[in-house]
């Protein structure tokens, strides 16, 4: 099992930037798929972004594509997604996932260890 901690929410106006970091401790995520999620009051849980363990792999739902970008670097254990031209319809808490059996599935079942969340609100 691994342990995340996400940081770098905050509120933010329209059309500005963000970048989310995971910290990951306990164990190396170099072979974990990482995953971000979002989700809003009253809403369920939505797939943001994954990549696989090495990062040459990423997707991306389609609200966010072009303007989210996942990154990793398993050498400082760290997950990364930077966030530009946000909307916002973009607020939501933000939460990183990780999994070393799954691959970077945008499903959040395939995924067991989470972060407790970051909050990010973006005003018009």
């Known amino acids: 099992q691994v342990q995340l901690v996400e940081s770098g929410g905050g509120l933010v106006q329209a059309g500005g930037s963000l970048r989310l970091s995971c910290a990951a401790a306990?164990?190396?995520?170099?072979?974990?798929?990482v995953g971000w999620f979002r989700q809003a009051p009253g809403k369920e849980r939505e797939f943001v972004a994954s990549a696989s363990w090495s990062g040459e792999y990423t997707y991306y739902a389609e609200s966010v594509t072009g303007r989210f970008t996942i990154s990793r670097d398993n050498a400082k254990n760290m997950a990364y997604l930077q966030m530009n031209s946000l909307k916002p319809e973009d607020s939501a808490v933000y939460y990183c996932?990780?999994?070393?059996?799954?691959?970077?599935?945008?499903?959040?079942?395939?995924?067991?260890?989470w972060g407790l969340g970051t909050q990010v609100t973006v005003s018009s």
């Open positions: 306990g164990r190396s995520i170099s072979g974990y798929a």
């Open positions: 996932a990780a999994d070393d059996v799954s691959g970077p599935t945008t499903d959040s079942s395939g995924y067991s260890d």
